[in-house]
């Protein structure tokens, strides 16, 4: 389908984003977390009181649009959100200047610039959805909910931070992949949302079906409830989405109230998941409507719909607690384990010691454990309304270690092993600016489909061209 009215999709982002930090130099700043194939850069803008800086008990928030280069309107939407925190913050917003002063909010508008730029181009819809290589990048993630199905019948199985498998780095990694993962891992976050185009719902986890023949099949997490309220949260602020006669796209069959298990309507491994096996972080799918590239005029329309609902999302990452885990001479303890009563997905403690433990109201028994000390459990009450995260710390004694706790497949060592093989550069050769982009604009769509960097050329591929 030709694209009509498109002039606006084609603003510069990067002009967007930068000129913020010059408005509101003391709470916005841009930084790159890497490039992508074609040498573009992925660029973020934060938003903190102390911009650049991580806080003690500040939530860490994250928003990332354009996975897919042809569903443009989570991109636009990004720096729309960016544009209006700095000016409302400016105008003395009391909410707006709240969030910002007690959160770090981080804003991807476009993870998949090479197929944005190809999308608006070519100003055809049906181009652009995956990156320069042909991959999709939601499923260029690790498969982790796999290896928990694979485990859900062991004693003490986990369902948090699994290391990444050894074998997924012989696969086809895009540097855009490599980047976000790098920076899944380098920050604390707490809370996300991946912005699409197709449908009009929220998804959340599991995306991947537990399903033997991985059949569209409801797949719930040991933090069901939680993920509920999330995607609640998000479509009933939002001015259309959790009405009947506002459905759209194939969720419809199955979503409920605007909301979706991501398993029941689509099975894949994506990133949502990855975020929640691998990280203390917990994301969801926001599916701005079927329109992937709406005309312009549609545009102000589209941002006073989702307004709302993503401060309200925002401020979702305050629920629950948060606290400080320390021994009896109160040093910090990283790596400690919050356990909670009835849900199998612990979340650890970082270098601070600090932790945060997304939670629905109710009464919730937790605990906090590391190796060398007791455990100590408390109980808590969070109140159906509220607007900071409980404080709960903990305390904990030194006693002998117990062998018995030990990790027998060495969980921990595991996980830290980020490219064990030494991709990086590899990544970066692919990535790597200076390659004349002409040049491999003149090659069919699947020539670096084909080609790794450092094999020799096949040209045998490019006769009839």
């Known amino acids: 389908m030709a694209l009509k009215s498109r002039s606006k999709w084609v603003s510069d982002s990067r002009a967007s984003l930068s000129s913020q930090p010059d408005r509101c130099p003391e709470i916005a700043k841009t930084y790159s977390i890497g490039r992508s194939l074609e040498g573009r850069e992925l660029l973020v803008i934060e938003f903190s009181n102390n911009p650049g800086h991580h806080e003690l008990l500040e939530p860490e928030i994250k928003f990332i649009g354009n996975m897919h280069g042809n569903e443009v309107l989570g991109r636009q939407l990004l720096i729309y959100l960016a544009q209006s925190l700095c000016s409302e913050y400016l105008q003395g917003d009391e909410r707006i200047q709240t969030l910002v002063n007690t959160s770090r909010i981080h804003i991807l508008p476009s993870m998949n610039p090479d197929g944005y730029e190809l999308a608006v181009s070519r100003l055809q819809e049906r181009m652009g959805r995956n990156n320069a290589q042909n991959i999709d990048l939601n ?205 199998r997905h612990d979340v650890t403690t970082g270098e601070n010691g600090e932790y945060w433990r997304l939670l629905t109201p109710g009464i919730h028994v937790v605990s906090a454990s590391a190796l060398g000390y007791t455990k100590a459990i408390k109980k808590v009450h969070l109140p159906q309304r509220m607007h900071t995260a409980g404080r709960v710390d903990f305390f904990l004694q030194k006693a002998p270690l117990d062998l018995d706790t030990l990790d027998p497949e060495n969980v921990t060592d595991s996980y830290a092993r980020f490219d064990p093989f030494n991709q990086y550069e590899r990544y970066m050769l692919m990535a790597d600016p200076s390659q004349n982009r002409e040049e491999r604009l003149e090659k069919p769509w699947w020539w670096s489909y084909f080609v790794l960097p450092g094999g020799t050329t096949p040209t045998w591929l490019l006769r009839h061209y």
Not at 139 to 154: G, I
Not at 288 to 310: I, R, S, T, Y
């Open 139 to 343: 499923r260029n993630f690790p498969d982790l909910t796999s290896v928990v199905y694979n485990r859900r019948r062991q004693k003490g199985y986990r369902t948090d931070h699994i290391p990444i498998p050894d074998y997924y780095w012989f696969g086809k990694v895009a540097p855009e992949t490599y980047a976000v993962m790098k920076w899944i891992r380098s920050i604390p976050f707490v809370l996300s949302a991946s912005f699409h185009g197709g449908d009009l719902v929220v998804s959340y986890p599991y995306d991947m079906s537990k399903h033997p023949l991985e059949h569209n099949m409801l797949s719930p997490t040991p933090d069901d409830k939680v993920f509920k309220l999330l995607a609640r949260t998000y479509a009933k602020a939002h001015e259309t989405m959790s009405s009947e006669n506002s459905r759209c796209g194939s969720s419809r069959s199955v979503s409920q109230k605007g909301t979706v298990n991501g398993a029941q309507w689509s099975s894949i491994a994506g990133m949502q998941d990855f975020n929640y096996l691998h990280t203390n972080c917990f994301e969801v799918t926001v599916e701005l409507g079927c329109d992937k590239f709406p005309p312009e005029e549609e545009l102000f329309l589209v941002w006073h719909q989702n307004h709302e609902a993503l401060i309200d999302f925002m401020e979702a990452a305050h629920r629950g607690i948060s606290g400080i885990v320390k021994d009896e001479g109160g040093n910090a303890i990283p790596g400690a384990r919050i356990s909670v009563v009835g849900i």
